[in-house]
């Protein structure tokens, strides 16, 4: 028998080189010809010693590509060596979806997995390799442990997830949330498989583990990610090393700069000395799945790091070994390697798992008679009909357009393509009210009603801050109580807020408009700021805008008027884009999705950069989102004041149309630092952008003041 893996064989990451190890070594064992199909997607292209695609953008990582040249040359090497001698890879190269044309004879079986295969995030989009779309033969196909590795995926990825699965004869994933995701969809029952590397006995690592560190005392340090980011993982293992009197091993797979580290660096040591680091060290310190599951596999001690997205994927590796109090979470935990781990009870458990996952590749392989099973045919209907709904809405969802107003003054006056000027000149002209959000001074947004164009036109523009309300919701009530029709814009959270207001009330003549939301920003930090800009210019602010627009659409600068004097800025900008100084709610922000509870969603058309459309000139473009049968009467009003393009919303899914801003992981220093340093430090030190933006943006501003 002879079977066929799809993996993440080829990146220089010693999780996914090992994983991809542990499966071949195992299916060996059981009596399969493995061999790994030489798929070389673009996952693998970060690896290359020179990233000449990111040149054009960002011309400094060339410089970086240099300096790091050598040990990143020795990384490449060290990985290629491994794979050459322990993985069965195809000599045929396959690099796009015509290449596997006649491969299906090849191979008795198929298995896509593990690793984060279906981690859209990781493949530039959902890669259909990775699902096995080349295999006709249902029979065949075998999903092994892959991981999804995300808290959430768009409706867009699930309905296109879940065509894929249901051509397959064996479903599984690696954790508990991949099921929780994909299930609903899926009429076949999905499993949960652990890694590929708990499936082999820890002596299939000691035939390749080196013995480069036997016998030495240390503590090892593994980071995945920057370390500018995990400076927490760092002091955490310096201080342990410390106290401990032992030596410190560090391998940062990711962004060093110039950061400082008290120990010896082994970044791009072979596979082999990785598993000797994690074998013979007294204490093993990390963020990585894979030096947690290798830690528990040689029963080292051992404390795991969360990295902010795919932290799931480690609570559930840790919860499967009743390990969950190896999770560092704050200073409270700074004794947790005091507290020895009970290797024997995971040692069961990992017996325990390690035969379910084996039992069920063994049944999908043909090698074991599967168990009947009654299968829940009600349970099987409403796995169909969610999928049907999920379809009937990306449907409709793919009635979304491209909108910029007729008039270029009002273009110009605008933000983005001037839709909502469109819209609410349609409520206008109907006798209505409209409510927007506008600057009541420098320091306050504030959410007002308008019944004509000179009041509505106070609410152009972006506000990256919090509107007061202040009794809008009551003014809305009493404008539909009195049969006015009423056009109401803002926030996801602020249209669901008035929906729960006006429960009880007739809402025939009410249509709802919402924004795409990064977030909104603490009112602390907006009043650092305005007060810092006073000390600055040593005058009263008279005028603020977020993004001024006199530079460019995409320029994304934010001005403040000073008596005659204008001022150009992006310190505000760059901080609110880290979104570390979002409010908490914004983190869970349930309005954050394709499913809009408003009428009419507009935000800009980001994503138009890569269109073919007339549009894209820098003038600025909306997107919309026609929400509703009500969101539909009103385009359809001011469709004579607009240009509208109908294009797919799958181009154009910036991530706030279907999930909420990530809290970044190192959000505390952010805060810490404007606690106790004040706005000014803060700004010096993570208010600016990059140089290459810096450089960009003076540019825009010399050419705007020509004009």
């Avoid at 400076?231 to 310096?238: G, H, L, P, R, T």
């Avoid at 007061?468 to 009551?474: D, K």
């Avoid at 935000?603 to 269109?611: F, L, V």
Wanted: glycine residues 6%; proline residues 3%.
């Amino acid at each position: 028998m002879k079977a066929g893996i799809v993996t993440f064989h080829g990146a220089n990451n010693y999780g996914a080189v090992l994983q991809a190890y542990a499966l071949t070594q195992w299916l060996g064992q059981n009596g399969v010809d493995a061999e790994i199909i030489n798929y070389q997607s673009g996952v693998f292209d970060k690896y290359r010693l020179f990233r000449t695609w990111k040149y054009k953008k960002e011309p400094y990582m060339l410089g970086v590509d240099f300096v790091k040249y050598s040990e990143k040359k020795k990384r490449n090497q060290n990985f290629d060596a491994f794979r050459r001698r322990f993985l069965p890879i195809s000599e045929k190269v396959y690099r796009k979806e015509s290449d596997f044309e006649g491969i299906a004879d090849q191979y008795d079986y198929f298995i896509c997995g593990s690793d984060q295969i279906w981690n859209p995030v990781l493949t530039k989009g959902i890669d259909p390799v990775y699902f096995l779309n080349f295999v006709r033969d249902p029979g065949k196909k075998i999903a092994y442990a892959p991981s999804i590795a995300l808290k959430r995926l768009n409706e867009f990825q699930l309905a296109e997830m879940a065509g894929y699965l249901s051509e397959f004869a064996s479903l599984s994933v690696r954790e508990q949330e991949g099921i929780e995701l994909l299930q609903p969809y899926c009429e076949k029952d999905i499993a949960m498989c652990c890694d590929p590397v708990f499936l082999p006995e820890k002596e299939c690592y000691d035939a390749v583990c080196s013995e480069k560190h036997a016998g030495e005392k240390f503590v090892f340090l593994y980071v995945v990610g920057r370390a500018a980011i995990f400076k927490n993982v760092i002091s955490y293992a310096e201080k342990t090393a410390k106290e401990k009197g032992l030596k410190l091993y560090y391998l940062i797979d990711g962004d060093k700069a110039l950061y400082h580290i008290d120990g010896k660096n082994v970044f791009g040591c072979d596979p082999c000395d990785f598993l000797s680091l994690i074998k013979n060290a007294e204490y093993v310190v990390s963020n990585s799945f894979h030096a947690t599951a290798f830690a528990i596999l040689y029963s080292r001690q051992f404390i795991t790091f969360l990295k902010e997205g795919t932290g799931s994927r480690m609570v559930n590796l840790l919860r499967s070994f009743h390990l969950e109090d190896r999770i560092y979470h704050d200073s409270s935990d700074d004794t947790l390697l005091e507290n020895r781990i009970d290797c024997s009870g995971a040692k069961q458990m990992l017996e325990d798992f390690r035969k379910s996952s084996s039992d069920y590749l063994l049944t999908a392989l043909g090698l074991k008679k599967a168990l009947p099973q009654k299968r829940d045919e009600k349970i099987c209907a409403l796995r169909r009909e969610n999928y049907a709904e999920l379809l009937r809405f990306i449907e409709w969802r793919r009635q979304v357009y491209l909108v910029r107003h007729r008039n270029p003054e009002v273009v110009a006056q605008s933000r983005s393509g001037g839709v909502f000027t469109a819209l609410s000149d349609a409520v206008l002209s109907l006798g209505g009210a409209v409510y927007g959000c506008m600057m009541e001074s420098p320091e306050t947004a504030v959410h007002h009603r308008a019944s004509t164009k000179e009041e509505r036109d106070l609410f152009r523009g972006s506000k990256y801050i919090q509107s007061e309300m202040r009794g809008c919701f009551r003014q809305v009530r009493t404008d539909l109580e009195n049969g006015i029709p009423v056009l109401f814009s803002g926030t996801g959270c602020q249209v669901a807020g008035l929906y729960q207001f006006l429960e009880g009330t007739d809402i025939s003549g009410l249509t709802t408009m919402d924004i795409v939301c990064h977030g909104t920003s603490s009112p602390k930090l907006w009043r650092e700021y305005i007060h810092w800009m006073k000390r600055k210019y040593g005058n009263e602010i008279s005028e603020v805008k977020f993004r001024d627009k006199r530079y460019g659409w995409k320029a994304h600068l934010e001005t403040v008027r000073t008596g005659d004097t204008l001022h150009t800025t992006a310190n505000y900008r760059v901080l609110y884009l880290k979104g570390a100084f979002l409010r908490p709610s914004c983190y869970e922000c349930p309005f954050s999705r394709l499913k809009r509870r408003s009428d009419i969603t507009i935000g800009d058309a980001w994503g138009i950069e890569t269109m073919n459309t007339p549009l894209n000139d820098d003038k600025g473009c909306s997107l919309v989102l026609v929400n509703s049968e009500r969101g539909r009467g009103l385009f359809e009003r001011c469709r004579p004041d607009i240009t509208a393009e109908s294009v797919d919303l799958k181009n154009y899914l910036q991530h706030n149309l279907y999930e909420p801003s990530a809290k970044p992981a190192d959000r505390r220093k952010y805060w810490e630092y404007l606690n106790q340093r004040g706005f000014d430090a803060l700004t010096k030190r993570y208010g600016k952008a990059d140089p290459y933006r810096r450089i960009k943006e003076r540019r825009m501003i010399r050419k705007a003041g020509k004009l």
